[in-house]
């Protein structure tokens, strides 16, 4: 005969058989979770950095120039100072270009915004003997870049630098100071030309072009004319001559290239 069970022996038991098929819907559901979440993972890492579907296009180029002068020259004036020491050397170098600034302020009416001071050195020269190196004396170097507007007065300002002790002044460089009025209308000629060739290639080919899908472009390209390339650090152009050179500045030529990509159908 069988010993009945306590009274809360029974309601354990009873409890238990409520609770396993709630246990049990919870853990299929939450397998179901499980399941969802490894397949959306799965679709994320099989699509993210996928390329989208290639679809057929060309690529034509163009290019466009615009033709403007120039409307700066830039003037380099130095001077190299060598002497025994160190203070002498600046001494002389500070003195002559001081001198060549405040001409260059006073008498041609360049800006202070004009002139840059774009190098000054100062370093020992070396005697060497049986091998053994000992410093003779000191070289102070300076040089600053002239903005000149007027190009009526490029070449007096040669002049002036040589006749007051410069003996290192390279240029004229002849520069466009804002290109972005001449790069907009390159940029311009040069997606007319792109289109048209666009257009005739298709043609030729007997297809249909598409919207356009791709756009880039070069940097602007200044084609600058040089006057000679003078170098006035030479014994002939400096030391005090009278005669200024005649500077010309001709134009430039500013050129963009574009690149369009078309769907083609």
Sequence with gaps: M?????????????GKMILMPFIIIVLVFLSAYLVSLTRNSWKEYNYVGKSPEFKDRISIEGTGKVSAASDIATVNIGLISEKSNVADA???????MNRIINELKTTYSIEDKDIQTN????????KYDLGV????????????????????????????????GSNSVSGPYFSIDDLDQYKTEAREKAIIEAREKAKILAKDLGISLGPIVNFSESEPYLYPIYD???????AD????????????AGSDEISVTVYLSYEIW
């Design 2 to 14: 069988d010993t009945p069970q306590p009274y809360s022996s029974q309601r354990r038991h009873h």
């Design 119 to 126: 190098n000054y050195q100062i370093y020992p020269r070396y």
């Design 228 to 234: 000679q390339s003078m170098n006035y650090s030479r």
């Design 133 to 164: 190196s000992s410093i003779i004396g000191y070289t102070v170097s300076q040089t600053v870049n002239i903005k000149v507007r007027d190009f009526t007065k490029i070449g007096e300002i040669i002049a002036m630098a040589g006749s007051s």
């Design 90 to 96: 600046q001494n002389e170098n500070s003195e002559i």
């Design 237 to 248: 152009g400096i030391g005090g001559g009278k005669v200024a050179p005649d500077i010309q």
